[in-house]
């Protein structure tokens, strides 16, 4: 009976590679590599294989459906990096929640974009990973290193990077498979009429160009959906937690206008007849969208042991929360919407 070799270690880039046994010839390249490789799903395998890690008799092989036969030799290549980024240099340090050698988790601060987009530059979560964890994997676009997932430039809180390929693909198969478990924190105009509730909207752009996401025509869009949790009533605001179990572009934001209580401060999904950044008289100001990621559970990509990372409301929405809470606590009768 042929048998096959495993890597001479599994969670390095590199290795002897496997060889092709009898059971797997003429078998696509991304199922026998599940096979042979038992801690890697058909998912992930798929991803390497696409991204430009997997080497089949020495040669890239980026084509999942590519047959292998008996003997051939796969082989997982060296770690890609990303080339160097421009950066500037008096960009503060990211701060870090977790750190290990397979990954990093962060608290994103409000304004800084994940990773350049377009023809904006400027300073980046991306570049500030590859400046503070040194080179770290690109399997999204060399602009990307270490990448996992995103943050909408105005949300702040836990975002997970990866320092190594492997467990950036496992990683991105966890996002993809919806088995991490995401929080958020909202400041809403307004108060939900139910204290939990379920929005599934489907969801598509406003138009060709525009970023804006809107319910979708029936038949049309891309399903979406989110579990929401009132934490706190402020008679015009609320304090609501959201857990989106689906993961679209500008999804909270969307969802929660379109229940007709978007985030305080959101410019794009503001209030119809209000100024995005003044809220109400006398309230701190807010530069940005009222969302913070408060929370991230998901498997470790090696271990496989549950991570629970958090981060706290951060300072912005922390004084709007406490100013509103004082307004109410003091009976305040002038708290209304500007018009």
């Known amino acids: 009976m042929t048998t096959h070799s495993r890597p001479q270690d599994e ?15 003429g078998l696509r390249l991304d199922v026998a590599l599940s096979k042979l490789w038992p801690s890697c799903s058909r998912t992930r395998a798929k991803l390497l294989i696409e991204t430009g890690s997997i ?9 999942p459906r590519h047959p292998v036969r008996v003997g051939d030799i796969i082989r997982l290549v060296e770690l890609a990096v990303a080339a160097p980024l421009a950066l500037e240099p008096a960009a ?17 601060p409000a304004g800084l974009m994940a990773h350049p987009s377009g023809p904006a530059r400027g300073a980046s979560v991306s570049e500030l990973a590859r400046r503070q964890f040194g080179e770290l994997p690109a399997l999204q676009g060399e602009d990307r290193p270490g990448i996992v997932h995103r943050l909408d430039q105005g949300t702040s809180g836990v975002m997970v990077l990866a320092k190594q390929q492997q467990a950036l693909a496992h990683l991105m198969e966890q996002f ?4 991490v478990v995401k929080t958020y924190l909202a400041l809403t105009w307004g108060e939900p009429r139910f204290d939990t509730g379920w929005i599934e909207v489907p969801l598509e752009r406003m138009a060709a160009g525009s970023l804006r996401q809107v319910a979708a025509a029936p038949g049309r869009g891309r399903a979406a959906t989110t579990y929401y949790e ?6 015009i605001a609320a304090l609501v937690e959201c857990h989106p179990k689906t993961g679209r572009t500008h999804q909270i934001r969307a969802h929660l206008a379109s229940i007709g209580h978007p985030l ?6 503001k209030k119809r007849g209000t100024h995005p ?10 530069e940005r969208q009222a969302l913070h990621a408060s929370r991230l559970v998901f498997a470790h990509p090696q271990t496989g042991v549950e991570l629970d990372l958090s981060a706290p409301l951060p300072s912005d929405m922390a004084e709007l929360l406490g100013w509103l809470r004082r307004q109410v606590a003091g009976g305040a009768q002038g708290l209304a919407e500007p018009t």
């Open 264 to 269: 305080l401060g959101d410019s794009l999904y």
């Open 11 to 25: 969670t390095q880039p590199g290795g002897s590679g496997w060889v092709v046994p009898e059971a797997c010839d």
């Open 176 to 179: 993809a498979q919806r088995t």
């Open 277 to 286: 950044r003044r809220h109400f008289e006398g309230a701190p100001a807010l």
């Open 230 to 235: 009132v934490r706190e009533r402020l008679r």
């Open 55 to 63: 080497q089949v008799q020495g040669a890239l092989e980026t084509q």
């Open 92 to 108: 503060a340090p990211l701060t870090v929640l977790y750190e290990d050698d397979f990954l990093v988790v962060i608290d994103k």
